[in-house]
């Protein structure tokens, strides 16, 4: 079974700063897809960014970027020059391919300050 | 296009009845996903349907149902609810997710149970 861990419950940061988000995962699997989701407060869910585990390049979206390491089986995200609307629960997820099963983390509370 | 829709937004039950949620996915879509979100347990799966069938399960008692119409829209039913079933449960729909490529899941706006 696979199993997501993110282990920053909360974090807050002022408007314009950059914030990385942790997360690490454990799978037997070789062919998976990670992603950030993020919940904005009453909002729907969103997808932010995925990564192809095959894939050895960071994806990046404008100011989201992930740092995956594949053998640390850690999959981070990187929020620059963070905005005001980027106040969210942010889940890291695992799927393995060929499936549509999501496994999460418990989620980051992320607050931007003004 | 519109997005994935659920109904109800909001439903208070009380324990030991039952309950049915709704979700019509994104149009031309095949796959629908059922999760629980709760504060204690986070995001958890429930179950998977595609092409009416039931194609894969998470680990929760048998008073949790579902199915899916042949116009993709999927129903889940909670039988003799107990207080722990209070939670937002969110669907997404996908376009099939069968082949070797990837395709993004759509998350409706949740239906939040409370039971009482």
């Known amino acids: 079974a696979q199993t997501v861990t993110q282990s920053q419950p909360e974090m807050s940061v002022q408007e314009a700063e950059t914030v990385t988000l942790s997360c690490t995962y454990d799978?037997?699997?070789?062919?998976?897809?990670l992603f950030w989701y993020k919940q904005p407060p009453s909002r729907q869910m969103i997808l932010v960014i995925r990564q192809e585990a095959y894939k050895q390049q960071n994806a990046t979206e404008n100011r989201f970027s992930v740092n995956f390491q594949k053998a640390a089986k850690s999959f981070s995200l990187k929020i620059s020059d963070s905005q005001l609307g980027d106040t969210a629960m942010y889940f890291c997820a695992f799927r393995k391919q060929g499936a549509q099963k999501l496994v999460f983390g418990q989620g980051t509370r992320l607050t931007i300050n003004p | 296009k519109a997005g994935v829709t659920q109904t109800p937004r909001y439903l208070i039950k009380t324990r030991g009845q039952q309950v049915t949620l709704s979700c019509s996915p994104i149009s031309g879509h095949r796959s629908v996903s059922w999760y629980q979100q709760t504060p204690g347990q986070g995001l958890q799966f429930l179950f998977e349907y595609f092409s009416e069938t039931q194609r894969n399960k998470g680990n929760f008692p048998g008073r949790f149902s579902g199915r899916q119409f042949s116009n993709s829209r999927s129903e889940m039913n909670v039988s003799t609810l107990e207080l722990g079933d209070s939670a937002l449960y969110l669907c997404?729909?996908?376009?099939?997710?069968?082949?070797?490529?990837?395709?993004?899941?759509?998350f409706g706006p949740g239906t939040r149970l409370t039971v009482t």
């Open positions: 799978t037997s699997e070789s062919d998976y897809y």
């Open positions: 997404a729909s996908s376009l099939d997710g069968t082949s070797g490529s990837w395709d993004e899941q759509y």
